[in-house]
Each structure stands twice: as C-alpha cells, then as structure tokens.
C-alpha cells in the first residue's frame, strides 16, 4: 500500500463518520500533542517499552497529522521532503555526523 493509498483511508475513515466537522486545524493540533504525550507515556518509567502500545500511538499521531495536512491543503509529502532538505543544508554530513548539537552551535 503506497502512502497516498493511506492518506485516502484516513480521510474516508474519517468522512466515513462524519468526523470531519470537528477536525478544525487547532482541535487537530491538540490531538496531536495529546496524542504525542500518550507515546511518551509509554517511556515514562523506563527506557523499556510495550511496541504494541507504541506503535498505536504513533499510528494515532500519524493520522492525525495527515487529516491536518488534508484541512490545510498541505502536500505532506512535498512538505516532509522540503523540509528534508532545509535540514540537510542546516546540518551537513561533515559538520554534523555524529553529532547531536543544533545547528547554531556546528
């Protein structure tokens, strides 16, 4: 299944219930970070971690995420690979290969 084929689940799923009124960019911001606390819930005591629940989490951040892409009108796609490359001109592999400081600081 390609990605485009999930992104069409997604919104049927969700037009499928009549959801969609309720999927206003600022409820689906704060559905995503809701979401993102409960992923890392899953790591709050312990480095150790249930993949099951993990992974539901992260589908859940997901999907909220490409709805919000769908209500703005944003390419997701085109969006993840611009800003891939913002990155990498921000990070090159010579300056920033093993290292984790910010750009700012390379």
């Not at 390609?2 to 960019?25: G, I």
């Not at 890392?40 to 150790?48: N, R, V």
């Not at 993949?51 to 209500?71: F, G, S, V, W």
């Not at 891939?84 to 390379?106: D, F, H, Q, W």
Request: charged share 35%.
């Amino acid at each position: 299944m390609s990605f485009s084929d999930v992104k069409r689940e997604v919104v049927k799923f969700t037009e499928d219930r009549n959801w969609d009124q309720f999927h206003t960019p600022e409820n689906l911001a704060k559905s995503i970070s809701i979401e993102a606390a409960e992923l890392l819930e899953c790591f709050q005591w312990s480095p150790d971690y249930d993949k099951e629940a993990a992974t539901e989490e992260l589908a859940d951040i997901m999907n909220y995420c490409i709805l919000m892409a769908d209500k703005m009108g944003i390419d997701i796609e085109d969006a993840i690979m611009d800003k891939i490359r913002k990155n990498a001109e921000k990070y090159p592999v010579e300056k920033s290969y093993g290292n984790s400081k910010k750009y700012t600081e390379l």
